[in-house]
Protein backbone atom coordinates (compact mmCIF):
# COMPACT_ATOMS: atom_id res chain seq x y z
CA UNK A 1 0.00 0.00 0.00
CA UNK A 2 1.58 3.06 -1.40
CA UNK A 3 -0.84 5.93 0.03
CA UNK A 4 0.49 8.80 -0.08
CA UNK A 5 4.21 8.99 -1.70
CA UNK A 6 6.72 12.36 -1.71
CA UNK A 7 9.14 12.80 -3.50
CA UNK A 8 12.23 14.10 -3.40
CA UNK A 9 12.65 13.49 0.80
CA UNK A 10 15.45 16.03 0.91
CA UNK A 11 16.33 18.93 -1.26
CA UNK A 12 18.85 21.92 -0.71
CA UNK A 13 18.35 25.02 -2.81
CA UNK A 14 20.12 28.17 -3.49
CA UNK A 15 17.75 31.70 -3.31
CA UNK A 16 16.62 32.04 -6.72
CA UNK A 17 15.91 28.72 -7.84
CA UNK A 18 13.47 26.47 -8.59
CA UNK A 19 11.79 23.02 -8.00
CA UNK A 20 8.92 21.42 -7.87
CA UNK A 21 7.88 19.14 -4.97
CA UNK A 22 6.38 15.89 -5.75
CA UNK A 23 3.08 14.27 -4.19
CA UNK A 24 1.17 11.17 -5.57
CA UNK A 25 -2.13 9.22 -3.97
CA UNK A 26 -2.75 5.89 -4.85
CA UNK A 27 -6.45 5.90 -2.57
CA UNK A 28 -8.56 7.87 -5.50
CA UNK A 29 -8.77 10.89 -2.67
CA UNK A 30 -10.81 14.19 -4.05
CA UNK A 31 -9.16 16.26 -1.28
CA UNK A 32 -5.51 16.86 -1.47
CA UNK A 33 -3.06 19.72 0.46
CA UNK A 34 -0.07 20.64 1.59
CA UNK A 35 1.28 22.09 4.53
CA UNK A 36 4.92 23.24 5.71
CA UNK A 37 6.11 22.61 9.42
CA UNK A 38 8.37 25.08 11.05
CA UNK A 39 8.97 24.94 14.78
CA UNK A 40 6.53 26.35 17.18
CA UNK A 41 4.32 26.84 14.21
CA UNK A 42 2.93 23.44 13.89
CA UNK A 43 1.35 22.55 10.20
CA UNK A 44 0.25 25.38 8.41
CA UNK A 45 -1.74 25.20 5.29
CA UNK A 46 -0.13 26.35 2.01
CA UNK A 47 -2.75 25.36 -1.11
CA UNK A 48 -5.23 22.29 -1.61
CA UNK A 49 -7.78 21.36 -4.04
CA UNK A 50 -11.00 19.78 -3.92
CA UNK A 51 -10.41 17.57 -7.00
CA UNK A 52 -9.07 17.51 -10.68
CA UNK A 53 -8.84 21.22 -11.97
CA UNK A 54 -9.60 23.15 -8.59
CA UNK A 55 -7.41 24.57 -6.39
CA UNK A 56 -7.49 27.39 -3.69
CA UNK A 57 -5.20 28.67 -0.98
CA UNK A 58 -4.81 28.08 2.38
CA UNK A 59 -3.13 29.89 5.20
CA UNK A 60 -0.02 30.52 3.52
CA UNK A 61 0.39 30.79 -0.12
CA UNK A 62 2.46 33.32 -1.10
CA UNK A 63 5.78 32.08 -2.99
CA UNK A 64 4.30 28.50 -3.98
CA UNK A 65 1.77 27.50 -7.08
CA UNK A 66 0.09 24.06 -7.13
CA UNK A 67 -2.04 22.73 -10.31
CA UNK A 68 -3.96 19.48 -10.47
CA UNK A 69 -4.64 18.18 -13.33
CA UNK A 70 -5.13 14.63 -12.27
CA UNK A 71 -6.62 13.15 -9.31
CA UNK A 72 -3.39 11.12 -8.11
CA UNK A 73 -0.74 13.97 -8.66
CA UNK A 74 -0.70 17.32 -6.84
CA UNK A 75 2.48 19.05 -7.43
CA UNK A 76 4.06 22.11 -5.30
CA UNK A 77 6.02 24.72 -7.18
CA UNK A 78 8.68 27.17 -6.16
CA UNK A 79 9.23 29.62 -8.79
CA UNK A 80 12.02 31.60 -6.96
CA UNK A 81 13.18 29.84 -3.36
CA UNK A 82 13.93 32.24 -0.81
CA UNK A 83 15.48 31.11 2.69
CA UNK A 84 12.28 31.86 4.72
CA UNK A 85 10.88 28.40 2.64
CA UNK A 86 13.35 26.18 4.64
CA UNK A 87 10.71 23.81 6.05
CA UNK A 88 9.52 20.33 6.28
CA UNK A 89 6.57 20.32 3.37
CA UNK A 90 3.46 17.60 3.81
CA UNK A 91 0.93 16.55 1.87
CA UNK A 92 -1.70 14.70 2.99
CA UNK A 93 -5.20 13.26 1.07
CA UNK A 94 -8.70 12.18 2.02
CA UNK A 95 -11.48 11.23 0.96
CA UNK A 96 -14.74 13.64 0.61
CA UNK A 97 -17.14 13.08 3.33
CA UNK A 98 -14.81 11.79 5.65
CA UNK A 99 -12.36 13.01 7.83
CA UNK A 100 -9.22 10.85 7.92
CA UNK A 101 -6.48 12.45 6.79
CA UNK A 102 -3.24 10.26 5.34
CA UNK A 103 0.19 12.45 4.69
CA UNK A 104 3.22 11.64 2.83
CA UNK A 105 6.26 11.16 5.29
CA UNK A 106 7.59 14.73 4.26
CA UNK A 107 9.60 16.80 1.98
CA UNK A 108 12.48 18.39 3.92
CA UNK A 109 14.09 21.61 1.83
CA UNK A 110 16.86 24.11 2.65
CA UNK A 111 17.06 27.14 0.90
CA UNK A 112 20.02 29.14 1.42
CA UNK B 1 -1.14 34.32 14.77
CA UNK B 2 -2.61 31.29 14.13
CA UNK B 3 -6.18 30.32 14.46
CA UNK B 4 -5.54 27.65 16.54
CA UNK B 5 -3.32 27.59 19.75
CA UNK B 6 -2.16 24.51 21.62
CA UNK B 7 -0.94 24.66 25.31
CA UNK B 8 1.63 23.86 26.49
CA UNK B 9 4.54 24.34 24.14
CA UNK B 10 6.80 21.86 25.16
CA UNK B 11 6.05 19.27 28.28
CA UNK B 12 8.98 16.71 30.09
CA UNK B 13 7.09 14.38 32.79
CA UNK B 14 8.31 11.23 34.30
CA UNK B 15 6.66 8.24 33.25
CA UNK B 16 3.64 7.19 35.31
CA UNK B 17 2.45 11.04 35.64
CA UNK B 18 -1.08 12.49 34.38
CA UNK B 19 -0.55 15.50 31.57
CA UNK B 20 -3.49 17.34 29.77
CA UNK B 21 -2.84 19.40 26.61
CA UNK B 22 -5.33 22.26 25.47
CA UNK B 23 -6.61 23.34 22.04
CA UNK B 24 -8.16 26.45 21.82
CA UNK B 25 -9.55 28.86 19.44
CA UNK B 26 -12.11 31.82 19.01
CA UNK B 27 -13.40 30.22 15.73
CA UNK B 28 -16.19 27.55 15.99
CA UNK B 29 -15.66 24.70 14.22
CA UNK B 30 -17.05 21.26 12.69
CA UNK B 31 -14.80 19.30 13.49
CA UNK B 32 -11.62 18.98 15.36
CA UNK B 33 -8.75 16.24 15.26
CA UNK B 34 -5.57 15.00 17.52
CA UNK B 35 -2.63 13.99 15.61
CA UNK B 36 0.41 12.31 16.69
CA UNK B 37 3.83 12.55 14.98
CA UNK B 38 7.09 10.67 15.36
CA UNK B 39 10.69 12.65 14.01
CA UNK B 40 11.05 11.95 10.32
CA UNK B 41 7.44 11.34 9.80
CA UNK B 42 3.99 12.69 9.34
CA UNK B 43 1.00 12.90 11.98
CA UNK B 44 -1.06 9.86 12.61
CA UNK B 45 -4.78 11.05 12.92
CA UNK B 46 -5.87 9.44 16.86
CA UNK B 47 -9.11 10.90 16.74
CA UNK B 48 -11.94 13.22 15.67
CA UNK B 49 -14.55 14.65 17.88
CA UNK B 50 -17.53 16.32 15.87
CA UNK B 51 -20.27 16.83 18.67
CA UNK B 52 -20.21 19.90 21.29
CA UNK B 53 -18.97 18.33 24.96
CA UNK B 54 -17.88 14.65 23.14
CA UNK B 55 -15.78 12.99 24.94
CA UNK B 56 -13.45 10.09 23.36
CA UNK B 57 -11.38 7.47 25.25
CA UNK B 58 -8.41 5.99 23.13
CA UNK B 59 -7.14 3.75 25.94
CA UNK B 60 -4.85 6.34 28.53
CA UNK B 61 -5.88 8.83 26.04
CA UNK B 62 -8.86 10.95 26.78
CA UNK B 63 -10.40 13.71 24.05
CA UNK B 64 -12.90 16.37 25.22
CA UNK B 65 -14.43 18.58 22.47
CA UNK B 66 -15.75 22.02 24.34
CA UNK B 67 -19.48 22.57 24.43
CA UNK B 68 -19.09 25.63 22.21
CA UNK B 69 -16.74 24.01 19.86
CA UNK B 70 -13.71 25.99 20.10
CA UNK B 71 -11.80 24.41 22.09
CA UNK B 72 -10.22 20.52 22.97
CA UNK B 73 -8.39 18.79 25.37
CA UNK B 74 -5.62 15.84 25.34
CA UNK B 75 -5.43 14.07 28.86
CA UNK B 76 -2.73 11.22 29.47
CA UNK B 77 -2.97 9.11 32.40
CA UNK B 78 -0.28 7.02 33.59
CA UNK B 79 1.99 8.65 30.83
CA UNK B 80 4.93 5.97 29.32
CA UNK B 81 7.64 6.26 27.00
CA UNK B 82 6.15 5.88 23.86
CA UNK B 83 3.54 8.52 24.31
CA UNK B 84 6.79 11.13 23.83
CA UNK B 85 6.05 12.66 20.65
CA UNK B 86 4.49 16.02 18.60
CA UNK B 87 1.01 16.11 19.44
CA UNK B 88 -1.07 18.43 17.21
CA UNK B 89 -4.72 19.48 17.28
CA UNK B 90 -6.60 20.18 13.76
CA UNK B 91 -9.93 21.65 13.59
CA UNK B 92 -12.47 22.33 10.45
CA UNK B 93 -14.80 24.67 9.66
CA UNK B 94 -16.67 27.32 8.05
CA UNK B 95 -13.89 29.68 9.29
CA UNK B 96 -11.35 27.49 7.27
CA UNK B 97 -13.08 27.01 4.08
CA UNK B 98 -13.74 23.48 5.29
CA UNK B 99 -9.88 22.75 5.22
CA UNK B 100 -7.63 21.30 8.38
CA UNK B 101 -6.29 24.16 9.86
CA UNK B 102 -3.24 23.45 12.60
CA UNK B 103 -2.47 23.86 15.78
CA UNK B 104 0.78 25.10 17.02
CA UNK B 105 2.02 21.86 18.59
CA UNK B 106 2.54 20.09 22.23
CA UNK B 107 6.03 18.43 21.99
CA UNK B 108 5.85 15.91 24.71
CA UNK B 109 8.67 14.01 26.31
CA UNK B 110 7.98 11.18 28.84
CA UNK B 111 11.31 9.99 30.97
CA UNK B 112 11.42 6.05 31.92
Known amino acids: NAGVTQTPKFQVLKTGQSMTLQCAQD?????MSWYRQDPGMGLRLIHYSVGAGITDQGEVPNGYNVSRSTTEDFPLRLLSAAPSQTSVYFC???????????FGAGTRLSVL | TQLLEQSPQFLSIQEGENLTVYCNSS?????LQWYRQEPGEGPVLLVTVVTGGEVKKLKRLTFQFGDARKDSSLHITAAQPGDTGLYLC????????????FGTGTSLTVIP
Open chain 1, 92 to 102: ASRTSGKNIQY
Open chain 2, 90 to 101: AGEGPDTGNQFY
Open chain 2, 27 to 31: SVFSS
Open chain 1, 27 to 31: MNHEY
